[in-house]
């Protein structure tokens, strides 16, 4: 079956800092693939639809300059906090699209960021 | 704009006994209905879809255009049906994005 990786599963950083996080189909290619942010308890929020070799599409209420959205190649795009605070600490889950007719997303298993 | 509603927060049932998780939608268009699945420590993953008309695991659901509704059924629920459940709604096929409703944590107790 399709499979998506994210990497880091977890990271911990500074306050200011930025933090990159990569999502990527392994064993298919994905045009599209769809950034998530998940509150403890609570369902998903679509941040970003991502599209290969175009520029990503923001949802409502989400700052294109600070959550960077690079999808570079037909299995890998990436995720940007840039200047992490405390508030962005949260779960970023990706998703990737198979393309097939049937709509099927196929999720990675989530990055825990903790901004400090 | 779509909206995906699952009103139950917590459903508990007992082994064996029927469960039913509650799902309404609000799009003006010809959705495509979906139901994802988190078990505990594990990614989400796709259940089922209105479209494939399938059962996975014993458990169905049906698109009721009339009430908006897509319910997930299952007869006769198991201890490892307990996981996180949520209905998600697209607009049409090809990679479009997905909109989640707040999910229903199911309980099925011994």
């Known amino acids: 079956g399709a499979v998506v990786s994210q990497h880091p599963s977890w990271v911990i950083c500074k306050s200011g800092t930025s933090v990159k996080i990569e999502c990527r189909s392994l064993?298919?290619?994905?045009?599209?693939m769809f950034w998530y942010r998940q509150f403890p308890k609570q369902s998903l929020m679509l941040m970003a639809t991502?599209?290969?070799?175009?520029?990503?599409?923001?949802e409502q209420g989400v700052e294109k300059d600070k959550f960077l959205i690079n999808h570079a190649s037909l299995t890998l795009s990436t995720l940007t906090v840039t200047s992490a605070h405390p508030e962005d600490s949260s779960f970023y889950i990706c998703?990737?699209?198979?393309?097939?007719?049937?709509?099927?997303?196929?999720f990675g298993p989530g990055t825990r960021l903790t901004v400090l | 704009a779509q909206r995906v509603t699952q009103p139950e927060k917590l459903l508990s049932v007992f082994k064996g006994a029927p469960v039913e998780l509650k799902c309404n939608y609000s799009?003006?268009?010809?959705?495509?209905l979906f139901w994802y699945v988190q078990y505990s420590r594990q990614r989400l993953q796709l259940l089922l879809r209105?479209?494939s008309r399938e059962s996975i695991k014993g458990f169905t659901a049906d698109l009721n255009k009339g009430e908006t509704s897509f319910h997930l059924k299952k007869p006769f629920a198991q201890e490892e049906d307990s996981a996180m459940y949520y209905c998600?709604?697209?607009?049409?096929?090809?990679?479009?994005?997905?909109?989640f409703g707040k999910g229903t944590k199911l309980t099925v107790n011994p």
């Open positions: 998703s990737a699209g198979s393309g097939s007719s049937y709509n099927e997303q196929f």
């Open positions: 064993d298919f290619q994905a045009t599209t």
């Open positions: 209105h479209i």
């Open positions: 998600a709604l697209s607009r049409g096929s090809g990679s479009e994005k997905l909109v």
């Open positions: 799009y003006s268009g010809s959705p495509e």
């Open positions: 991502s599209n290969e070799g175009s520029k990503a599409t923001y």
